[in-house]
């Protein structure tokens, strides 16, 4: 069972979550070469059989919590009430996994659960920004961080809103099998290959200012087709026709942080497939994707992934 994917399901749940494990794990697309040692995905219930989500449907589950303590990574989706405590089985089937060296993941609420059963003591999580407060109070043992869309402590992932579990997924892929795979599964989503984990997952105004007026997202683009060039504010400023101040306030807007720690971060993530795919030593990945040296590119990798290039570029050929 390496490779098996378990996915609770409860009554009153959405199927959406449900569906973003099955999309990414459990569909095989005839035109990829996924090999023998694809995933299994088993949909599994603290009580097998038919099962009532939101919409009047019944979602018929054939396997119970047995299955899900046996699997190589179970993930818990969003629970129906935030205040009530999880079934003390699905606790002891989550420790159990946990104990047995399962991969651990939980989509938008379903952290409370991952909570409850102690296994996010100590460590860093997040959720739906709506719930960080709450999730906080109610276990203080937690380092409860709103801002990521999703956070790796390698075998306990959490992730922030429904949507983010997407992502989460599709991260989980690319650990599995690799940038290319990732990517190619990806673009038949028909959604972005890679948002890194550290994106913010709140926005408060994320379009323009004025109507029919892009001219930040004119400078972005831009700016991702210049990554090794020498890109500063006032470049950028001048590039969306405005001041320095009143560029950096509209940016700040409409992208949730600072032109230049939007940089770093886009940079850092142009590096990935370099690293994933490529023999590239460091020093000219560093320069491929616009760091002055690799000394600089080293400090910020490890700020935003926590790990260095040498260390995660070992990680993925490993997975491959």
Not at 119 to 137: N, S
Not at 183 to 200: C, E, F, K, S, T
Not at 219 to 242: C, D, F, G, K, N
Request: aromatic fraction near 6%.
């Amino acid at each position: 069972m390496a490779k098996t994917v378990a996915v609770l399901a409860y009554d009153g749940m959405t199927s959406f979550e449900t569906a973003i494990v099955t999309e990414v794990f459990a569909l095989r697309w005839p035109d990829l070469d996924l090999g023998e040692d694809w995933y299994e995905v088993r949909i599994c219930a603290e009580q097998p059989g038919p099962v009532p989500v939101l919409g009047g449907a019944e979602l018929l589950v054939r396997h119970g919590l047995d299955v899900l303590a046996e699997a190589a990574t179970v993930v818990i989706p969003s629970v129906a009430d935030v205040h009530a405590e999880p079934a003390p089985a699905v606790i002891a089937a989550l420790r159990l996994a946990a104990s047995r060296g399962a991969r651990i993941v939980s989509i938008c609420s379903g952290v409370f659960v991952l909570a409850a059963a102690g296994l996010l003591d100590g460590r860093r999580a997040t959720t739906h920004w709506r719930y960080t407060d709450l999730l906080q109070r109610r276990h203080p043992a937690i380092e409860v961080d709103p801002r990521p869309l999703y956070i790796d402590n390698d075998r306990i992932l959490t992730s922030a809103g429904c949507a983010a579990g997407l992502d989460l997924c599709i991260h989980l892929l690319r650990k599995d099998f690799g940038a290319e795979l990732a990517n190619a599964v990806a673009r038949r989503l028909v959604i972005p290959p890679h948002r890194d984990g550290g994106q913010a997952q709140y926005i408060e105004s994320p379009v323009a200012a004025q109507p029919g007026d892009d001219r930040i997202g004119e400078s972005i683009a831009w700016a991702l087709a210049h990554l090794t060039e020498p890109i500063t504010v006032r470049v950028l400023a001048e590039r969306a026709r405005m001041s320095e101040r009143s560029y950096l306030r509209h940016f700040a807007r409409t992208v949730g942080a600072s032109p230049i720690k939007w940089l770093i971060a886009r940079r850092v993530q142009a590096s990935l497939p370099l690293l994933e795919s490529t023999d590239t030593p460091i020093e000219q990945v560093a320069a491929a994707v616009g760091f002055d040296t690799a000394v600089t590119f080293r400090h910020h990798f490890t700020v935003a992934l926590r790990t260095s290039p040498s260390a995660y570029r070992r990680t993925f050929r490993a997975a491959g």
